[in-house]
């Protein structure tokens, strides 16, 4: 039954890119938790839980970068699946939002549901409700989700872009 308790959750790959988005910044639990709209223990929870899993250092500050690489490009699309869902208006994401709409030129739009959003597109569910606001404060974050979501949810051409990217913003940060 312990197990479970470790097992990964979709927030726990938030909390990374945040900290991967904050560059050397130094950080804190409490501004983490009030910069994603998360409660402090969420985080420290998300902390042991990437601890355990190897994605973070022993003292829960450093981001295995090789390790959350690795687990974005090969395993986030099958832990947290998503398919395009209906028309609605929201925040772009996948390719739809820089920088991959930079890169690669679709038809199709996708959004994460928001009220105040100024694009139609189909629907994506966030990792976490909570990223859309989070997303509109931190533009470095909203590029790193927005990839992450195109290998989530994208064709093989614009998975492997979104990999490409992704993998430079994290190893070479």
């Given at each position: 039954?312990?197990?479970?308790?470790?097992?990964?959750?979709?927030?726990?790959?938030?909390?990374?890119?945040?900290?991967?988005?904050?560059?050397?910044?130094?950080?804190?639990?409490?501004?983490?938790?009030?910069?994603?709209?998360?409660?402090?223990?969420?985080?420290?929870?998300?902390?042991?839980?990437?601890?355990?899993?190897?994605?973070?250092?022993d003292n829960r500050k450093k981001v295995n970068r090789i390790a959350?690489?690795?687990?974005?490009?090969n395993g986030v699309a099958y832990a947290f699946p998503q398919q395009p869902?209906?028309?609605v208006r929201g925040i772009l994401t996948a390719?739809?939002?820089?920088?991959?709409?930079?890169?690669?030129?679709?038809?199709?739009k996708y959004v994460w549901p928001y009220a105040k959003g100024i694009d139609r597109g189909q629907a994506i569910e966030p990792l976490y409700s909570t990223i859309v606001e989070a997303s509109l404060k931190d533009k470095g974050l909203y590029e790193l989700l927005a990839m992450v979501d195109a290998i989530r949810v994208g064709r093989t051409r614009e998975k492997e872009i979104a990999k490409k990217e992704l993998r430079k913003r994290i190893l070479n940060a």
């Open positions: 039954m312990a197990q479970a308790k470790n097992n990964l959750k979709p927030q726990d790959v938030v909390i990374l890119l945040k900290i991967i988005a904050l560059g050397g910044q130094s950080w804190f639990h409490h501004t983490l938790a009030q910069e994603l709209g998360m409660s402090q223990s969420e985080v420290s929870q998300s902390l042991n839980r990437s601890k355990y899993a190897g994605l973070i250092d959350l690489t690795e687990f974005l490009m869902g209906a028309l390719h739809s939002a820089e920088p991959l709409n930079k890169i690669i030129n679709a038809n199709e």
